[in-house]
Each structure stands twice: as structure tokens, then as C-alpha cells.
């Protein structure tokens, strides 16, 4: 991660105070996308950061880049029309559960589906922060909130298995607190042509303190989460020493050497399968019955929306006897306008 020398992280902190709580993870992110946007030698002027409603949206304030903070759940509406439009911009789209799965869940999947070149931040607090505390669309089962005193008793959305559901070529995970990690991942999203979901485990520390404690705790991190590579075995644990291998069609968490099993016996990690089937079933793993899984989960090539409209419109222009407006209007044309 070498820190491109023309472009400092400074030259993405806009002059607005920053309004979140002190101790909330959004503090952590901003950070980490300033320092990415940095390592991959940005100019502030290419970027266009776009959002909804949320406490994550505010984050367009803080960027030094051009910006957008738009309506709740429309914030894949305005990114996409932003990107193909112009397409030489770098549009990231910041989102929270909320903004994404719930009241903008069709435009995320649809988003995703037709694969713009977005990079979109998804701020997982497992909660409406801004709106001080209702459950969202992922939430814990049986979770108390405002809105759900006796508990919920519908089951959360997975964002990998939905974004992998919608036809998602690239998804990757990260803790909010792990800085060094987070800025790998956004490099990975940036790099990634198409649309790339970034979901960020982050914590409210005000409506949902301590939500994603039990994975994200450092006592515990390294035996309960898996932080996966391309072309490396998953491989786990403060001690190294667990990994997963499938049992049939499930995977199954198993010890290098106990009941003979050794490295060479632990799947390796391919995120450029075009199959969906493991990838699914790594997003989809949870604490305790597995370790939560990070790092990029998949990224696959495919058509890209916005560079398949430009090659089109190009190859409508070629055909076309109409070459500019001045082949539709000539001087004097009379025009009736009933
Ligand atoms: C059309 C509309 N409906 C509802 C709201 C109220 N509202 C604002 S933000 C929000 C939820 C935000 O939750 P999330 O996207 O998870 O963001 P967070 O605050 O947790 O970062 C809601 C329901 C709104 N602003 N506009
Ligand atoms: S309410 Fe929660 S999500 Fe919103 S700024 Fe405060 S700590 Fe962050
Ligand atoms: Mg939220």
C-alpha cells in the first residue's frame, strides 16, 4: 500500500466539521477511504462521493471531492445516471442498511444486477442510527429496538447472499476498526470494474453498541473470523491452526493436525470463480457455528453497464445519417407547434 507522493489523505478532508457521535465507527471509514483514495493517487476532481439518508450519507460533507447527499434509498439511482454520464468519474456511493436494504433495497439489487462501475460503502450498524434507533432490515433476530420492544421476529437480510443473489460480481467485508485492512479492501473495490459492494461491520456506539462485538473484539477476532485471499487456504485462528474444508456440500471448520487432516487438506480461496456456490456459502457464515468471513469474498469479471451504453451510443452514432443537431434543424425549417 504505497502511498502515492502527489496525493496526501489531508487532500480528501473537507473543511466541515465532522458531526458524527464521538466513538461511532463512520470516524474509522472516512478515514479509511481518505487513505485509500489516497494510495490509488486520486485527483479530488475525478471522485464523486453520492449517498441517501443516514448518518453514513453525511459522509459527502467530509470528502473533498464533488458530492451528493440525495434522497433516502436513491442514492443507486443517482450514482448510476452520475456514472454514465460521465464515466471518467470515480463514483462511490455510500450507504447504510438502512438506505440500501430496506426503502432502496430494489435499486441495490438492480444496481448490482446491471453491474455500473459504482464502489459502494455498505455501513452495517444493524440499525437506523439517524433516526435514533429502529431495527433495519439486519437486525438480529428477536433484536429489541424502538420499533420492536418485544423483539423481531423476522429473519435479517445477508448482504453478500444478496448481493451475490442479484447477480453481484464483487463483494468483500471489513471491520469499521481495521484501518489497515479497510484500505486494502477499498483499493480492491476501486480496482474492481463493475459494482462493488464493501460491507463494513460498524458500530453504533449510541443505538447498537457492541453489535458486531463478538467477531470484532480483539481477544477473540482472530479465532472468530476468517480474513480470506485470493489463492490462499482459509486458514484461521490465534494460533493458525484452524481451517475449512467441505463436508459434502457444506463447509465444515476443522484443526490441522488432529484427525490427520493437514494444510494441503483446506480449501483454497478462488474469489475469480464465476460459481456462485462457495462464495455464497463463505458470505454467509456466522459466529458460532463458523468464523465470519472477510476480505474479498468475490471478484469475478463481466460486462460492465456504463461501458456497454458508451460502446453502444458510439455504435448508434456511427449508423446514424444524424451526426449533430445541426442535421436535424436547418435554417429555414417550419416547425408546427399545435
Ligand atoms: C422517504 C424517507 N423515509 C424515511 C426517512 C427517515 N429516515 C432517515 S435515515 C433513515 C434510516 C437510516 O438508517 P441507515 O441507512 O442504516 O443509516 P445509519 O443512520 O444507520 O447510518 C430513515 C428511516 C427519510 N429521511 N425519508
Ligand atoms: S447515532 Fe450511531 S451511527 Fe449515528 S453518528 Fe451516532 S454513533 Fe454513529
Ligand atoms: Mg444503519
Not at 485527483?43 to 464523486?48: F, H, L, Y
Not at 450519507?57 to 443517482?78: K, L, Q
Amino acid at each position: 500500500m504505497a502511498e502515492n507522493c502527489q496525493v496526501k489523505f489531508t487532500d480528501f478532508k473537507s473543511d466541515q466539521s465532522v458531526k458524527w457521535c464521538p466513538g461511532c465507527g463512520d470516524h474509522a471509514i472516512l478515514n479509511s477511504v481518505q487513505k485509500a483514495m489516497a494510495s490509488l493517487g486520486y485527483k479530488k476532481e475525478e471522485v464523486a462521493v453520492i449517498s441517501g439518508i443516514g448518518c453514513s450519507s453525511r459522509f459527502p460533507y467530509y470528502m473533498e471531492t464533488f458530492g451528493f447527499h440525495t434522497i433516502h434509498g436513491r442514492g443507486s439511482a443517482i450514482a448510476s445516471g452520475v456514472k454514465v454520464a460521465n464515466p471518467h468519474l470515480k463514483v462511490w456511493q455510500i450507504t447504510g442498511d438502512g438506505d440500501a436494504l430496506a426503502i432502496g433495497g430494489n435499486h441495490f439489487i438492480h444496481t448490482i444486477r446491471r453491474n455500473i462501475d459504482l464502489n459502494v460503502i455498505l455501513f452495517n450498524n444493524q440499525i437506523y442510527g439517524l433516526t435514533k434507533g429502529q431495527y433495519s432490515p439486519t437486525s438480529k433476530r428477536g433484536f429489541i429496538s424502538k420499533t420492536s420492544p418485544f423483539g423481531t421476529v423476522e429473519a435479517p437480510f445477508r448482504p453478500g447472499e444478496l448481493c451475490i443473489g442479484a447477480r453481484g460480481q464483487f463483494f468483500a467485508r471489513c471491520i469499521d476498526k481495521d484501518l489497515k485492512h479497510s484500505v486494502v479492501m477499498l483499493e480492491e473495490a476501486a480496482k474492481h470494474e463493475g459494482t462493488s459492494i464493501v460491507e463494513v461491520l460498524q458500530n453504533c456506539v449510541i443505538y447498537n453498541d457492541k453489535t458486531h462485538n463478538a467477531i470484532t473484539d480483539k481477544a477473540h477476532s482472530a479465532d472468530r473470523t476468517i480474513k480470506l485471499e485470493h489463492g490462499k487456504p482459509m486458514i484461521f485462528g490465534a494460533e493458525s491452526n484452524k481451517g475449512l474444508m467441505l463436508d459434502g456440500l457444506e463447509l465444515k471448520v476443522v484443526t490441522i493436525g488432529e484427525n490427520g487432516i493437514t494444510e494441503d487438506d483446506i480449501l483454497v480461496h478462488d474469489a475469480h470463480c464465476d460459481d456462485i456456490t462457495l462464495h455464497l456459502k463463505l458470505a454467509d457464515m456466522e459466529y458460532p457455528e463458523y468464523p465470519v468471513a472477510l476480505g474479498v469474498i468475490r471478484s469475478v469479471k463481466a460486462p460492465v453497464y456504463d461501458q456497454c451504453v458508451a460502446k453502444q451510443l458510439a455504435e448508434v452514432q456511427e449508423q446514424s445519417q444524424i451526426k449533430s443537431f445541426n442535421d436535424l434543424i436547418h435554417s429555414g425549417d417550419v416547425w408546427d407547434v399545435e
